[in-house]
């Protein structure tokens, strides 16, 4: 059980945050209500929107009235953030707490979260993580499976994105997209990447290196024909460091130096991309340690030996993509950190993607026994469900160090009570 207190707590930061919101929101609506903008009509709307769900938060815990329900303010958070005519303004709109909230505690256990540069859409997916921790799972009525759609968030910037295409999970291969202003240096650093790492290809090839290094190289010199993916080419960079720090000693002083520099412009390559920066930001704000990375490691083999024992459901290419992940874990303290955010964001995405799939399944079926619901396709969306509730599981431990992921923990029990409603186990 949780206790009122405790939800206190939570909706008291809660109604802090979305104080900061407003604050956030003040200036830029001001800037476009002057110049009459068409946009400081959307600025006015869901500045009245937020209001609208903060306002009530005023007498949580106050004169003994029940505290406000954290799950239907986190559902309503979801609705409004994953509202399209809000998507820009939240997704550039910096977030700050406001100097003048007197609601702001810096020493609340979990004030920090909302701390450092972010963006008003990711504070809003943090407090509705933070809002799901104060959920009773055992107060959440069996069938009540809407709760499932307003808590599930869309797949977030990852170096691996998930779709299903004929009833098979299937890894999405993406373009990043860079600032326009910085087209012509990345296409010539392209360029020069490309033609640095067909020669030191060649150099390895002729000498009597360690073929992992060479695949490794290779590997990462693929990853500049075609389409940049910057997180996939970050990390299959960081790769590439591991390989070259264990047999540098192997190589002769020349080819050691070529491939320390290539290595080194690729960081500055990737760092060009936005999503990239992103992504960083966000690994070094996990608070993941040596033993957190340790246990990750297991929980992944466990994922990925999941996945490869449905191959009528997964496509083989991700858990050979999560097995490359894990691969990385066993790089230096920053890099093998990054690895780590990096495989968790991969599994985020998955769920969430397994769970969305079966949102509908699951409404449909509230009231229904096994035996209406055991149709071939039933069965394939059942075990999609089943592997997004086992991929929850097994990265819980580490998932709930890491500010908004602890939605997978909510929508698991929410899958698994519905499930064994039908007959699932």
């Not at 979801?78 to 609601?103: K, N, W, Y």
């Not at 998930?162 to 999405?172: A, G, L, P, T």
């Not at 990853?223 to 591991?242: P, Y």
Request: net charge negative; aromatic share 6%; with cysteine.
């Amino acid at each position: 059980m949780i206790d009122q207190q405790y939800q206190r707590e939570i909706l008291r930061v809660a109604r802090s945050v979305l104080n900061g919101i407003r604050v956030s929101l003040e200036a830029p609506y001001a800037a476009q209500h002057r110049q009459k903008t068409a946009y400081a009509a959307v600025y006015k709307t869901l500045m009245l929107e937020l209001e609208s769900l903060r306002l009530p938060l005023t007498a949580a815990g106050r004169n003994h009235l029940e505290p406000e329900d954290p799950l239907t303010l986190a559902k309503e958070l979801a609705q409004l953030r994953q509202r399209s005519e809000f998507g820009d303004i939240l997704r550039s709109v910096t977030f700050r707490m406001g100097s003048g909230d007197p609601h702001a505690k810096p020493q609340d256990r979990f004030y920090g979260r909302f701390t450092g540069s972010i963006k008003v859409a990711d504070a809003i997916l943090m407090l509705e993580d933070l809002l799901l921790e104060g959920v009773d799972l055992d107060d959440v009525p069996i069938g009540n499976v809407s709760v499932l759609r307003g808590i599930v968030p869309d797949q977030k910037i990852a170096p691996v994105q998930f779709d299903i295409i004929d009833n098979v999970i299937v890894v999405v291969h993406k373009k990043s997209l860079p600032r326009d202003a910085d087209l012509k240096n990345i296409e010539a650093a392209k360029a020069e990447l490309s033609r640095s790492g067909e020669k030191i290809i060649a150099e390895l090839q002729q000498s009597n290196c360690d073929k992992r290094l060479l695949s490794s190289v290779q590997e990462l010199q693929g990853q500049f024909r075609g389409e940049i993916d910057a997180i996939s080419v970050g990390l299959k960079n960081i790769g590439c460091e591991a390989m070259f720090a264990a047999f540098e000693s192997e190589l002769p002083v020349a080819v050691s130096s070529m491939l320390l520099a290539y290595t080194r412009g690729v960081q500055m390559f990737v760092g060009q991309f936005p999503e990239w920066t992103i992504f960083v930001e966000n690994a070094a704000a996990a608070d993941l340690g040596k033993s957190d990375i340790d246990q990750l490691r297991v929980a992944s083999a466990s994922v990925v030996q999941q996945l490869s024992a449905q191959p009528d459901l997964v496509s083989p290419e991700v858990p050979r993509t999560l097995a490359f992940l894990t691969e990385l874990l066993g790089s230096p303290t920053e890099a093998g950190k990054r690895a780590a955010f990096a495989l968790m964001r991969s599994v985020e995405n998955l769920v969430s993607r397994a769970f969305g799939y079966g949102t509908s399944f699951l409404e449909r079926t509230a009231d229904k026994t096994i035996d209406q619901a055991s149709t071939a396709a039933s069965k394939i969306i059942v075990g999609m469900l089943l592997l997004g509730v086992g991929s929850a599981v097994a990265v819980g431990p580490i998932s709930s160090k890491i500010p908004d992921m602890n939605w997978m923990k909510a929508a698991s029990e929410i899958v698994k009570k519905q499930l064994s409603e039908i007959g699932v186990k």
